[in-house]
């Protein structure tokens, strides 16, 4: 195996490779670690961030940014809990068509202005923010789940897992398919790595784009439909930092913040480690969980400058 081959090697698989090692060293340091019980936890609480990581790792790939994705958790759990009075399938359906027309909307501004995403997707995350507090009379309101199939969505177990696990797992293979089999997921990745190269081979950038950006929001609203589902209600001081965290994780799993690489398995590896990390520092028992945060924040800035250091030795090969 060459140079270039172990950096692509490092790049794509490397949080992989780190949980792994991370599971054995808290398994071997902490007897509670390796428990069934404690697993469960680590990857019911990472299903959530898992669902929204996806559809942010198909915006990062393609060369944009969403920052919305927090305050369209929150809603999305805000309008599953209202909709529930009606039952399960309004529950369901209403968070998934606002906030996919929030996604539409914003992916059209994108596309079709050239408006930077981060702007775009702020203004977003403001936007939504503050359509949420007026639902919910300023935070002041908050709506009980009434059905109970769906609360059963999100607090029914199958063999120790709740079922919004195996949406996640189910996700997450249609995403990889969709990213690596399909002409969609190519017109993604070259999109993310030349624009311009991508339009003068006949890509349907904008179509793309706003396409990403729908998916985005749409998987962020299911995530916060079934918290809602999970919680029996929905809660608005939630998702603040989500965006970050999702961010974050992609980023982690060996995304190119730049674009035009990246996959889904390394983000859902993503995910999983900062749950670890998170599962650790519970573990220690003298530290607070306000230190998961500057951990995950080191972890972050480390893997930035080694993915940085393994983009320059591909360019040397």
Do not use: W
Request: proline residues 2%; charged residues 5%; aromatic residues 6%.
């Amino acid at each position: 195996m060459n140079r270039e081959q172990t950096s692509r090697l490092l790049q794509q698989h490397g949080a992989v490779m780190v949980l792994g090692l991370l599971v054995i060293v808290g398994s071997l340091a902490f007897d509670t670690f390796a428990t069934p019980t404690n697993a469960a936890s680590v990857v019911v609480s990472s299903s959530f961030l898992a669902i929204i990581a996806i559809g942010m790792t198909f915006v990062i790939i393609s060369g944009g940014i969403d920052l919305s994705v927090g305050s369209l958790f929150v809603l999305g759990g805000v309008l599953a809990a209202y909709g529930s009075q009606y039952g399960m399938l309004v529950a369901l359906l209403l968070p998934l068509v606002v906030c996919g027309v929030v996604g539409l909307l914003q992916g059209l501004v994108i596309a079709r202005t050239g408006m930077a995403p981060f702007i775009v997707t702020l203004a977003g995350l403001l936007g939504v923010r503050g359509l949420m507090l007026a639902i919910s009379d300023e935070g002041a309101t908050t709506y009980l789940v009434k059905d109970q199939a769906f609360a059963a969505l999100g607090q029914g177990e199958l063999l120790g897992l709740s079922y919004p696990v195996y949406v996640t797992i189910a996700l997450a293979l249609i995403a990889m398919v969709l990213l690596q089999r399909t002409g969609f997921g190519q017109n993604v990745y070259a999109i993310g790595g030349n624009e311009q190269a991508a339009a003068l081979m006949g890509v349907p950038v904008a179509r793309t784009k706003v396409l990403v950006y729908v998916m985005s929001g749409l998987l962020a609203g299911l995530a916060g439909a079934l918290n809602a589902a999970r919680l029996s209600s929905g809660v608005t001081i939630l998702g603040i930092g989500l965006e970050l965290d999702a961010i974050a994780a992609v980023v982690i799993g060996g995304t190119l913040l730049t674009g035009g690489a990246g996959g889904i398995t390394g983000s859902v590896a993503g995910v999983l480690l900062l749950g670890v990390i998170q599962s650790l520092i519970n573990q220690v028992g003298s530290l607070t969980s306000a230190f998961q945060q500057v951990v995950s924040g080191a972890f972050l800035a480390l893997v930035v400058v080694a993915q940085r250091l393994l983009s320059k030795a591909q360019r040397l090969t």
